[in-house]
């Protein structure tokens, strides 16, 4: 079956820095993306990764190794607004998303 | 620019009543289109997704059923609704391309009652 792992929910305080990793496992593999939800929201693209290595874009990066099967979004400065769902979601053989539970990062001042 | 609707943004419902929810989108044309489904706390489940006009495809078997009856309108139907169906509905869209990103629509909350 296919399976993409997140943790559930992760704290971490304003200014700091923060990892979310996501572990996936699943038919194929044609890119892995990040999204960022606020509550009761739709998610918003964030990120996308196809080859292996760190892909920064401004105060958030997001890293790949395909042959562990293995990513992180790595958010620097963290800010108030910052305080959402995270979601790892893998384009498969078919170019289909599988998405993760999505972890819920809550921000502390 | 692309811009994704959906309507309504809340609904209440009982259980057995019909539904119908609507997506449209602007600036592009023939765009893949996607229906998800979001229970609270959980990730996004995908119900429907189209290539294009009249072109259905199902991933989970339910009583939901979709249309495109123009290359830019989507919608989602149920003739009885179940509590079970309760949840946050998303429309999104994909282009054409090496961009495999989809962005969504605003979302529609179900509560059935």
């Known amino acids: 079956g296919q399976n993409i792992d997140q943790p559930t929910e992760m704290t971490a305080t304003e200014g700091a820095i923060v990892q979310i990793n996501c572990t996936y496992q699943?038919?194929?593999?044609?890119?892995l993306f990040w999204y960022q939800q606020h509550a009761g929201e739709a998610p918003t693209f964030l990120s996308y990764?196809?080859l292996d290595g760190l892909e920064e874009k401004g105060r958030f990066s997001s890293f790949l190794s395909r042959s562990k099967g293995y990513s992180y979004l790595l958010l620097k400065e963290l800010q108030m607004k910052d305080s959402a769902s995270y979601l790892c979601?893998?384009?498969?053989?078919?170019?289909?998303?599988?998405w993760g539970a999505g972890t819920k990062l809550i921000i502390k001042p | 620019s692309q811009t994704i609707h959906q309507w309504p943004a809340t609904l209440v419902q009982p259980v057995g009543s019909p539904l119908s929810l609507e997506c449209t989108v602007e600036?592009?044309?023939?765009?893949?289109l996607y229906w998800y489904r979001q229970a609270a706390g959980r990730g996004l489940q995908l119900l429907f997704y189209?290539?294009?006009?009249?072109?259905i495809s199902s991933e989970v078997p339910q009583n939901l059923s979709a249309s495109r009856p123009q290359d830019r309108q989507f919608i989602l139907s149920s003739k009885k609704l179940l509590l079970s169906d309760s949840g946050f509905y998303l429309c999104?869209?994909?282009?054409?391309?090496?961009?495999?990103?989809?962005?969504f629509g605003p979302g529609t909350r179900l509560t059935v009652t």
């Open positions: 189209s290539v294009g006009i009249g072109q």
């Open positions: 699943t038919s194929g593999f044609n890119g």
């Open positions: 600036g592009t044309s023939n765009p893949n």
């Open positions: 979601a893998v384009l498969d053989s078919n170019y289909q998303l599988i």
């Open positions: 990764n196809v």
């Open positions: 999104a869209w994909k282009g054409f391309g090496e961009a495999y990103e989809q962005y």
